[in-house]
């Protein structure tokens, strides 16, 4: 087993579990339902009964949760023994008898890789371009689909110049002390909350006119403060524009069923594949 708690002692990884384990301390029914609506809409399905569903990273363990309440046959891993932990956690409090299984593996681990069977669907959020081989990862996710399966992933968006800063970013947090990180955090959240001020006052313009709409639901369920610090720690950290992940799968015979980019600004553009 490669030593995931080595590489976060010396700087070279961010610890990704210990942020989901507080992050799954927040985690309800109300958060559950976000992930499975979130996650139903991408599939254009609300019903995986009698399916296979791989979670590549499960992370949290929450989309693994919500994939087991749409039906599905459910099985998890994740590099970081803290996630482990932690979708271990979220599956003894939401689902003890459920048909649910969590190992700790890397999908680097091409050992590992070829004992799995192919999944109908395999997922992996978020999780690939952490790996430090981003299309090493997204060849082998792409085996894992059996033959009229489905692939959803999501990669962080390349936004050139923009994305080479975040990655001296992040390298610079891992290699930093607790005021370091808590000053990349500080300034982090300023940079990234430029606009926000003329957003809000669009907002109060509309209340005082009566017109505000209702307020934006949680994004699948997730958390805004720790998705912060998982993207300013998030190392080691790759990212592709869409039409690489696009062509890198059509040319392994998937098709595109579904896409959600980010609008060329940070964050992961989703991708969802069948399998021919």
Same mark, same amino acid.
């Given at each position: 087993?490669?030593?995931?708690?080595?590489?976060?002692?010396?700087?070279?990884?961010?610890?990704?579990?210990?942020?989901?384990?507080?992050?799954?301390?927040?985690?309800?029914?109300?958060?559950?339902?976000?992930?499975?609506?979130?996650?139903?809409?991408?599939?254009?399905? +609300?019903?995986?009964? =009698? %399916?296979?569903? $791989?979670?590549? *990273?499960?992370?949290?363990? @929450?989309?693994?949760?919500?994939? /087991?309440?749409?039906?599905?046959?459910?099985?998890?891993?994740?590099?970081?023994?803290?996630?482990?932990?932690?979708?271990?956690?979220?599956?003894?409090?939401?689902?003890?008898?459920?048909?649910?299984?969590?190992?700790?593996?890397?999908?680097?681990?091409?050992?590992?890789?070829?004992?799995?069977?192919?999944?109908?669907?395999?997922?992996?959020?978020?999780?690939?371009?952490?790996?430090?081989?981003?299309?090493?990862?997204?060849?082998?996710?792409?085996?894992?689909?059996?033959?009229?399966?489905?692939?959803?992933?999501?990669?962080?968006?390349?936004?050139?110049?923009?994305?080479?800063?975040?990655?001296?970013?992040?390298?610079?947090?891992?290699? +930093?002390?607790?005021? =370091? %990180?808590?000053? $990349?955090?500080? *300034?982090?959240?300023?940079? @990234?909350?430029?606009?926000?001020? /003329?957003?809000?006052?669009?907002?109060?313009?509309?209340?005082?006119?009566?017109?505000?709409?209702?307020?934006?639901?949680?994004?699948?369920?997730?958390?805004?403060?720790?998705?912060?610090?998982?993207?300013?720690?998030?190392?080691?950290?790759?990212?592709?524009?869409?039409?690489?992940?696009?062509?890198?799968?059509?040319?392994?015979?998937?098709?595109?069923?579904?896409?959600?980019?980010?609008?060329?600004?940070?964050?992961?553009?989703?991708?969802?594949?069948?399998?021919?």
């Amino acid at each position: 087993m490669i030593d995931c708690e080595t590489e976060i002692s010396q700087g070279r990884r961010f610890a990704f579990g210990r942020n989901w384990l507080r992050f799954g301390t927040l985690i309800d029914e109300e958060r559950i339902a976000d992930a499975r609506t979130s996650l139903e809409a991408a599939l254009g399905t +609300s019903d995986l009964t =009698g %399916r296979s569903f $791989l979670d590549v *990273g499960c992370g949290s363990g @929450l989309f693994s949760l919500a994939a /087991l309440r749409m039906g599905a046959r459910v099985r998890s891993f994740d590099y970081d023994p803290d996630s482990v932990r932690a979708a271990g956690r979220v599956r003894r409090e939401f689902a003890p008898d459920s048909d649910w299984s969590i190992q700790r593996a890397s999908i680097l681990d091409a050992a590992f890789v070829a004992r799995l069977e192919r999944a109908d669907i395999v997922y992996s959020w978020g999780v690939l371009h952490h790996t430090g081989d981003l299309w090493a990862a997204v060849e082998a996710t792409c085996g894992l689909v059996a033959p009229g399966g489905t692939l959803y992933v999501s990669i962080y968006n390349d936004q050139g110049l923009e994305s080479r800063m975040w990655t001296a970013v992040k390298r610079r947090y891992n290699m +930093s002390g607790s005021l =370091g %990180r808590q000053l $990349l955090l500080a *300034g982090s959240m300023l940079y @990234l909350g430029r606009h926000y001020p /003329l957003k809000a006052a669009h907002q109060f313009v509309g209340r005082v006119q009566g017109s505000a709409g209702r307020p934006v639901p949680r994004p699948r369920g997730m958390s805004r403060k720790h998705d912060l610090v998982d993207w300013v720690g998030g190392y080691p950290f790759q990212v592709a524009a869409p039409e690489e992940v696009f062509t890198f799968c059509r040319e392994r015979d998937f098709a595109l069923r579904h896409l959600k980019t980010c609008k060329g600004g940070i964050g992961c553009n989703e991708f969802v594949f069948a399998r021919g």
